[in-house]
């Protein structure tokens, strides 16, 4: 039984114009589906990354998670004990106005954990001290470690992880990956950790979800997705990232940008940019088969 | 060389003091060269794009060192003549194309203006060669697209219009400051792959700045890796990438997380980069790094052989 299991949970969005201009312009309203029937179930101390690119519906199943939005469709179920979620920019998801402690003691108020403001900095690498200051005392590393420590005031055995180092310089980013490595063994957490960086994710991750246009395309443990991707859209996001071995392997151009989520293509989504679709891609939508959501792939033509 | 930054000094002058936003800043480019600038956050290095194009913004003021274009001194001309010269002679890529484009004018008119401006040719004659640009920096249908503004195009599309822009008076220097910063990944590598052609095909010197390593890894032929204000290591990109010979340059290169090749743990380098009021004397990394001895206390060490590239560490200097 997993701790965390979607099933085919869609996230719909009115993104209509004023109701006068629609009724002057006859205009009908407009849905944005940002998430397409995802079903995902993440098990007790894994880490489980969903990557893709910019209005990918990545950041959209996060805040479905935590309860940020309720699904339009589908069903969601934790059987843990709590979730908490770290932010992207640490810089807006702290109140400047409060002394750290107070931030980190607010779950422990609220909730009535037993944890304590200076064992907690301690535990993320700041010293108790630091809770006598304000946010803007600190740099962008150490807030995105109050950010952690605030999360773990709540005792949650859960952790959305939204982009948590991608404001972050690469040395900082080390920093926190560790440390989140380093709690995830102590403390026994489970994360969902998000992020358009593959190879972030892949030093973080045990399985990967790869998201295109609101659905998942492509599930599979890291090893595998990363030594052998199979959908065309993964293989393609794979070789557009900068090698910084210089090995000079072959690699295919990338073709084309993510189409409007508004007016999506009809069937395979990624169609009209893949070097594998016919004329059934066009048609219909691939169903989700054994980690992969591709026709080529299920007709082992690929 | 087509560009040289000799002991370049960049001061701020505050009410609480002057900080020293770049110290002894030298390094060159070549023609149909690419040369990485790679750095953290608040290490200089859009100060030194800046510096370069005298556009930095005051109170911060050139206070040592010169820089010469083509072998003429271009650090103290009047603000008239630098305008000329941008656009001209030095074209200019920022992270985000909406700041380099005015949302009221469509790009052709935007491109036309600049042609204009630059270079010795008539109405029809700019028109067709913006169009030429468009279509070679890989706007599809640039004949189509010619009337459309800014918005009407997507963030990967418009850093394409912003490059023809940079190129439309076909400079001798590009100083491209984190043009694939804003983008996604497929983007990115769309764009890299124009800005390494246009590199080759036309002879112009490349200064990218950018924070992401990857980056200089596909495009940069060399790299300068700079740490408060400093150039602390620089030689070619696979010296750099493959042998790194300063502390600070081989934490960087350890930290940064790869694909195939996931380690229990990161490299870490603990605490953080000085700030600007905080420059430690001697070499700025010393409290930070692993290696340090007295001298590195006290003395600051200036790049000297390292390897097969240049660094600024005292455990190069042939004692």
């Known amino acids: ?302 | 060389m087509m560009l040289e930054v000799r002991d370049l000094r960049v001061e701020f002058p505050t009410r609480r003091g002057t900080l020293t936003a770049l110290d002894r800043i030298s390094f060159s480019i070549a023609p149909g060269e690419v040369l990485g600038v790679v750095g953290e956050s608040g290490a200089g290095k859009s100060i030194t794009g800046l510096a370069i194009i005298g556009l930095l913004e005051p109170p911060g003021r050139i206070a040592a060192g010169e820089v010469r274009l083509e072998g003429r001194r271009i650090d103290h001309l009047p603000p008239e003549e630098l305008r000329r010269l941008r656009g001209r002679r030095i074209g200019v890529i920022f992270q985000d194309p909406l700041t380099s484009l005015n949302p009221l004018y469509t790009i052709g008119r935007q491109l036309e203006e600049t042609i204009l401006a630059h270079l010795p040719m008539g109405k029809r004659a700019a028109r067709e060669r913006a169009l030429a640009l468009l279509g070679e920096v890989g706007i599809p249908a640039p004949a189509g697209r010619y009337r459309h503004y800014p918005h009407q195009f997507s963030g990967g599309m418009r850093q394409r219009v912003v490059i023809a822009l940079a190129l439309a008076a076909e400079p001798r220097l590009l100083i491209a400051d984190e043009p694939t910063t804003a983008l996604d990944v497929s983007i990115q590598a769309q764009i890299i792959a124009l800005l390494k052609r246009l590199a080759a095909e036309r002879g112009a010197a490349v200064m990218l700045i950018t924070h992401d390593m990857g980056v200089i890894a596909e495009t940069a032929h060399r790299v300068a890796v700079m740490y408060a204000g400093r150039i602390v290591e620089v030689g070619s990109v696979r010296d750099v990438i493959h042998a790194p010979q300063h502390p600070y340059t081989v934490g960087l290169m350890g930290s940064i997380p790869r694909i195939a090749a996931r380690r229990s743990h990161l490299v870490q380098i603990d605490g953080a980069m000085p700030r600007l009021n905080a420059i430690p004397p001697g070499c700025a990394f010393h409290p930070r790094c692993t290696r340090r001895f007295e001298r590195c206390l006290v003395e600051r060490p200036d790049l000297m052989p390292a390897g097969a590239s240049r660094a600024a560490c005292w455990l190069h200097a042939a004692s």
């Open chain 1, 1 to 302: 039984m997993p701790l965390l299991k979607l099933e085919g949970v869609s996230r719909d969005f009115d993104v209509s114009r004023p109701w006068l201009n629609r009724v002057l312009e006859h205009e009908p309203r407009r849905m944005l589906r940002a998430v397409d029937q995802v079903t995902l179930g993440i098990d007790k101390g894994e880490t489980v990354g969903l990557v893709g690119e910019s209005g990918c519906g990545k950041s959209t199943v996060a805040r479905l998670i935590v309860g940020l939005y309720a699904p339009s469709e589908g069903r969601i179920e934790f059987s843990g004990r709590r979730l908490q979620m770290i932010f992207q920019d640490p810089y807006a998801s702290l109140n400047p106005r409060w002394r750290v402690q107070d931030i980190v003691a607010e779950p422990i108020r609220f909730l009535g954990t037993g944890q304590k403001v200076e064992e907690l900095l301690v535990q993320v690498g700041l010293s108790p001290d630091d809770g006598e200051k304000y946010p803007h005392e600190f740099s962008g590393g150490q807030r995105q470690r109050i950010s952690i420590a605030r999360a773990l005031a709540g005792e949650p055995d859960f952790l959305v992880c939204d982009e948590p180092t991608s404001a972050l310089d690469v040395s900082v980013q080390a920093q926190i990956l560790n440390l989140m490595s380093d709690l995830q063994r102590r403390l026994g957490l489970t994360y969902l950790f998000i992020s358009h960086n593959l190879a972030v994710v892949s030093q973080v991750a045990d399985r990967v979800g790869v998201m295109y246009l609101g659905r998942i395309v492509e599930l599979a443990p890291a090893a595998q997705l990363f030594s052998h991707p199979r959908h065309p859209y993964t293989r393609m996001l794979l070789d557009a990232v900068p090698d910084l071995g210089m090995s000079g392997r072959p690699r295919t151009p990338v073709r084309g940008e993510v189409p409007n989520p508004l007016a999506p293509p009809a069937g395979c989504t990624f169609h009209p940019r893949c070097p594998h679709a016919n004329e059934r891609c066009g048609r219909e939508v691939p169903a989700f088969i054994d980690g992969v959501a591709c026709h080529a792939v299920a007709e082992g033509r690929i």
